[in-house]
């Protein structure tokens, strides 16, 4: 360690010649910015020297602490641990409680080697056999000497005739020694019973073994709730089969229908409650609604278009003008059909996913149309619905009456309550539209497919 003092001397030492040699007064303030840095300099080892005294002790404690603890749980451990004849003869002895016992020949067990670590150190104690009157045989039975004479012993101690009983020789049986009457080891509060509450049970370890992923459930519990309701709602596209017959007396007109009307685009749509009951069947109702759109187009290439003028007076017309050209027509038909299906079903289910069949009827309470249709009586195109009507006489029904129908669906829950669900439709109407005066039969076969939402209460 250097001295502040002798760097003093040295520094003064080298300023004075510096000064005798430059004639240049040194400024005030060196002197103490020297000191100031070497006490700094001087203050800095002994803090780095102590922490890193403190850090290795600390390590040192950590680790004989860490060793001692280790030592004394596995010394007592194995303190505790009863010899195998013991465990053997224990067991033979509450298997034969009124077998007598026999005088053992080895050499007594000493005490102290069930004494655990650490323990107050106690006498031996000395074990011995039972006496006569000890004996586990009956002692009711009359018939027993020993016991009649060991009861006339006890009863009458003064008898000097009586041979005094044979006093029991002090042994240690390891053969018949329970480690449980041991007084320091007996009882709720002694050591063994504190040692074996303190030792944490280990469950076996199957190598490979993996613990299986609790996943939530995602799906409605019908074994537990085998009633619920079920709102659904969908919609989907549909394709409306259209089959027209007639009379043979008819089949003109009827190629003119089919020569003007072809079939376009349709969907479906509704709203339907279903009652789930004994886990597995549907009974199902609500409002469903179907429209199917047709295109009418009619092309009359040697038309004629004749201008009339009515004057007052004079029943036939003036013939003002008279176009000849092509007669065009483009409209689209429309039908709406709004149902209330009755239908029953029985549900499959596999997981999260299943699926569901349904059978039914539906009763149509709404049918509307709109559109363009060749007039049976003048063959020309007229309207038919709506404000701007021309059509000579009536060609559709108001309702639709009776329809019959299934479906498929398969669902896939989302949540224990939601679902989506897929389901192809079918549906045939029993009646024609057409009203039986008509020359015409005009029947539907309807295909559809329903993409839905399901909500379970």
Known sequence: MINMEDQKKHLDEIFRQRLHNAE????????PAVEQALQQKRRRRPMAFWWLTAAAGTVLLGAVALWALNHQDAAQFSAFTPPASTARTTEHTLENPAAPLEQPTAAPVQSESFQPKGAIPTTPRQYSSPKASESPSNPSNPSNPSNSSNSSNLSNPSN????????????????????????????????????EADMPTLKPFKAGARRKKVQPRVCYDFNRHPSALLIDVYAGPSIAQRSLTSRQDDEPYLKQRLATEHRDLAFNAGLRASLMFNRNFLLRTGLHYDQFTEVFEYIDPTSVTYTLKFTPGNPIPDTIGVQYGENYLKTYNRYGALDIPLMVGVEMRSGRSGFNINAGISANVLFWKRGAIIDPQTHEPVRFGGKKETISEE???THLSLSAGATVQWYWHVTPRTRLFVEPSFRQVLRPVTLQSHSVDQRYSILGLRLGYTMIF
């Open 24 to 31: 240049v007064p040194p400024p005030p303030f060196v002197w």
């Open 395 to 397: 060609v559709f029904r």
């Open 160 to 195: 000097p005739s009586a041979e005094p009983a044979a006093e029991a020789t002090p042994v240690s049986t390891p053969a018949t020694l329970n480690i449980a009457n041991l007084p320091i080891l007996a009882g709720e509060n002694s050591l063994l019973a504190a040692q």
